[in-house]
């Protein structure tokens, strides 16, 4: 006997949740913009979809959200594609539904189901989902969207190993300089997530890819914009001075081109920029081991730098006091090399 009568008040299982979701997502792919009705039905269904989906990994504010179910339906989203169908269906999708689906990508990667993250592994899979994100930024209806979604991804090291690898990285070069503030913004904390979340991941990519990262790096601190050359000074600190990347430091700083990038940001006409240059740039002068072009670029411009660095102040307090110290042993480190390059001065 059918008790089909009754089916709407019967909670349903992930299963039902899982195929309500895969259905009314693939029916976006027959409904054509001619058929603007039958579209817009197709949208109400998924976005339906999406709170039944978000009430079961979330709960629904009085009830809490039952753990065999939601290890149920983090299995499920990924055994019928429908992670998959999530990502290739947020262009299409309305604004309350792309918020829904921010919200349970979130959840559904930090689910573990018998102590594996089974969407991670997912993605593992399905790389070119990552791609496909990415590229998403040069849309600016989703580029927000996509931007949680990628960051919630990076969390996870192999994740963000395989976007450092892939082609799509290179993106990030221009999406962090796109006119859209709100875009480019996103893009660079992305991008910023991509360079120090994992130290080792990220060494091991600046080791392999050395040349073509830092010829690319050397635009973003060359730009013609404020914000791009201030955030992009601030983030290579971030990355070059840490422990796992030492030895892409110890590359760096033999570098005279790199060099005069921080010397060319020492005279910029913002202070907080000539500051965080200033922390680059008193590595390559206290490297003990300056290679001679270095030393022959410091002491060339010695009087230019001196000049430079006895008007840069920090401002007031102790890391003031610090930075005077600094200072001074950069300058007395510059002096040196001046006097040795002309002793009978």
Same mark, same amino acid.
């Given at each position: 006997?059918?008790?089909?009568?009754?089916?709407?008040?019967?909670?349903?299982?992930?299963?039902?949740?899982?195929?309500?979701?895969?259905?009314?997502?693939?029916?976006?792919?027959?409904?054509? &913009?001619?058929?603007?009705?039958?579209?817009?039905?197709?949208?109400?269904?998924?976005?339906?979809?999406?709170?039944?989906?978000?009430?079961?990994?979330?709960?629904?504010?009085? &009830?809490?959200?039952?753990?065999?179910?939601?290890?149920?339906?983090?299995?499920?989203?990924?055994?019928?594609?429908?992670?998959?169908?999530?990502?290739?269906?947020?262009?299409?999708?309305?604004?309350?539904?792309?918020?829904?689906?921010?919200?349970?990508?979130?959840?559904?990667?930090?689910?573990?189901?018998?102590?594996?993250?089974?969407?991670?592994?997912?993605?593992?899979?399905?790389?070119?989902?990552?791609?496909?994100?990415?590229?998403?930024?040069?849309?600016?209806?989703?580029?927000? =969207?996509?931007?949680?979604?990628?960051?919630?991804?990076?969390?996870?090291?192999?994740?963000?190993?395989?976007?450092?690898?892939?082609?799509?990285?290179?993106?990030?070069?221009?999406?962090?300089?796109?006119?859209?503030?709100? $875009?480019?913004?996103?893009?660079?904390?992305?991008?910023?997530? +991509?360079?120090?979340?994992?130290?080792? $991941?990220?060494?091991?990519?600046?080791?392999?890819?050395?040349?073509?990262?830092?010829?690319?790096?050397?635009?973003?601190?060359?730009?013609?914009?404020? &914000?791009?050359?201030? @955030?992009?000074?601030?983030?290579?600190?971030?990355?070059?001075?840490?422990?796992?990347?030492?030895?892409?430091?110890?590359?760096?700083? #033999?570098?005279?081109?790199?060099?005069?990038?921080?010397?060319?940001?020492?005279?910029?006409?913002?202070?907080?920029? #000539?500051?965080?240059?200033?922390?680059?740039?008193?590595?390559? &002068?206290? =490297?003990?081991?300056?290679?001679?072009?270095?030393?022959?670029? +410091?002491?060339?411009? %010695?009087?230019?730098?001196?000049?430079?660095? %006895?008007?840069?102040?920090?401002?007031?307090?102790?890391?003031?006091? @610090?930075?005077?110290?600094?200072?001074?042993?950069?300058?007395?480190?510059?002096?040196?090399?001046?006097?040795?390059?002309?002793?009978? %001065?």
């Amino acid at each position: 006997m059918s008790f089909s009568f009754f089916k709407a008040s019967r909670p349903k299982t992930p299963q039902e949740v899982v195929k309500a979701m895969k259905d009314s997502l693939v029916a976006l792919d027959t409904k054509t &913009v001619v058929e603007v009705k039958a579209l817009e039905k197709a949208l109400e269904e998924v976005e339906k979809n999406f709170v039944s989906l978000r009430c079961m990994l979330c709960g629904d504010g009085e &009830v809490e959200p039952n753990t065999d179910q939601v290890s149920q339906l983090a299995l499920e989203v990924c055994k019928e594609d429908v992670l998959a169908l999530m990502i290739h269906k947020l262009p299409n999708l309305g604004w309350e539904a792309r918020k829904d689906l921010v919200h349970c990508w979130s959840i559904l990667l930090k689910q573990k189901v018998d102590s594996r993250y089974c969407s991670v592994e997912y993605i593992e899979n399905h790389f070119e989902l990552l791609d496909f994100l990415v590229v998403c930024y040069d849309n600016k209806e989703i580029a927000l =969207n996509c931007g949680l979604m990628l960051r919630e991804c990076i969390k996870f090291p192999m994740l963000a190993k395989y976007i450092l690898e892939s082609a799509s990285f290179e993106l990030f070069f221009k999406f962090v300089e796109l006119p859209n503030f709100d $875009v480019a913004s996103d893009a660079f904390s992305t991008f910023k997530d +991509l360079l120090t979340k994992h130290g080792t $991941v990220v060494a091991e990519y600046l080791t392999a890819h050395y040349d073509e990262f830092f010829d690319q790096y050397e635009k973003l601190l060359t730009s013609s914009n404020y &914000v791009t050359r201030r @955030q992009s000074l601030k983030l290579l600190s971030e990355f070059l001075l840490e422990p796992p990347s030492s030895h892409i430091m110890k590359r760096y700083i #033999q570098e005279v081109r790199y060099l005069k990038v921080m010397m060319t940001l020492l005279k910029d006409s913002s202070k907080n920029i #000539q500051i965080s240059a200033f922390h680059i740039f008193k590595v390559f &002068v206290a =490297n003990p081991n300056k290679p001679r072009e270095v030393k022959v670029i +410091l002491a060339k411009n %010695h009087g230019k730098l001196l000049e430079l660095l %006895h008007n840069l102040s920090a401002g007031k307090g102790a890391e003031d006091e @610090q930075f005077e110290e600094e200072k001074e042993l950069i300058i007395k480190e510059i002096d040196r090399l001046s006097r040795l390059s002309n002793p009978d %001065h």
